[in-house]
């Protein structure tokens, strides 16, 4: 097997078991695939493999580290979507994310909850009443 179809393989492997494939999986497929392999490994370790919480929990786990942490939305969008799938629901989402308020406090919440709103398509209340919007 060649270089790229070993790489090809691995990351084939990865989506099917995580559910998703980053940015850098795919680039250190062919950038370092043996450092790649170690960090996966981790990561099975710690999230992917079977072990006493299930998969939704881990979800939310990573949702609200992620948040807190302020990962890129492209990252958390990734572990919200696979929690939708997993059948968590979007309330049950909202609720883990909004966990980060007292620790993390209200602009780690705000980059979690802005992702949260556009993958599940949250719609806002507009008021009625005139306000001044803050531009000039």
Same mark, same amino acid.
């Given at each position: 097997m060649s270089d790229a179809e070993e790489a090809l393989a691995y990351i084939n492997d990865m989506a099917r078991t995580r559910g998703y494939v980053l940015p850098y999986h795919k680039l250190m497929a062919n950038a370092d695939i043996d450092v790649l392999k170690a960090a996966n490994?981790?990561?099975? @370790? $710690?999230?992917?493999?079977?072990?006493?919480?299930?998969? $939704?929990?881990?979800?939310?786990?990573?949702?609200?580290?992620?948040?807190?942490?302020? $990962?890129?939305?492209?990252?958390?969008?990734?572990?919200?979507?696979? @929690?939708?799938d997993l059948g968590v629901s979007a309330q049950e989402i909202l609720e883990a994310i909004e966990i980060t308020l007292p620790e993390a406090g209200v602009v780690a919440f705000q980059h979690g909850f802005e992702v949260w709103a556009e993958v599940v398509g949250a719609e806002g209340i507009e008021p009625t009443v005139q306000i001044h919007d803050g531009s000039k």
């Open positions: 490994n981790l990561v099975a @370790a $710690a999230y992917t493999d079977n072990r006493k919480l299930d998969k $939704a929990t881990k979800e939310l786990i990573f949702i609200t580290s992620l948040t807190v942490l302020r $990962a890129s939305p492209g990252h958390i969008a990734g572990h919200i979507r696979v @929690a939708l």
